[in-house]
Nanobody, 118 residues
Framework: QVQLVESGGGLVQPGGSLRLSCAASGSFFSINNMGWYRQAPGKERELVAIISRGGSTNYADSVKGRFTISRDNAKNTVYLQMNSLKPEDTAVYYC????????????WGQGTQVTVSS
């Protein structure tokens, strides 16, 4: 069984910063793409950022220049550094990973709440 465990969410004022972490545990060969998604109340889940095993990244237009995704392959961990946070960034943030075992499966974390409010 593979698990993704997220941490780092919380309450922050507009303009502030947070760093999310997501660590994969269990038995697997490797991890391909890892990413962060978010879902605000009443809205669909949307992609925030994604990073390949080699470090190539893509970002949603709404977070470009403010958020940075990175990963540590040795620790099977992906990070999301969020700066200049806005109230519209408020959402539950989910980690996602393509886990390579006998087949490649997509695994989700349990989600962590990020609230941007004064």
């Amino acid at each position: 069984q593979v698990q993704l465990v997220e941490s780092g969410g919380g309450l922050v004022q507009p303009g502030g910063s947070l760093r999310l972490s997501c660590a994969a545990s269990g038995s697997f060969f490797s991890i391909n793409n890892m990413g962060w998604y978010r879902q605000a109340p009443g809205k669909e889940r949307e992609l925030v950022a994604i990073i390949s095993r080699g470090g190539s990244t893509n970002y949603a237009d709404s977070v470009k220049g403010r958020f940075t995704i990175s990963r540590d392959n040795a620790k099977n961990t992906v990070y999301l550094q969020m700066n200049s946070l806005k109230p519209e960034d408020t959402a539950v943030y989910y980690c996602n990973a393509q886990i390579v075992r006998a087949t490649i499966t997509t695994t989700w974390g349990q989600g962590t709440q990020v609230t941007v409010s004064s």
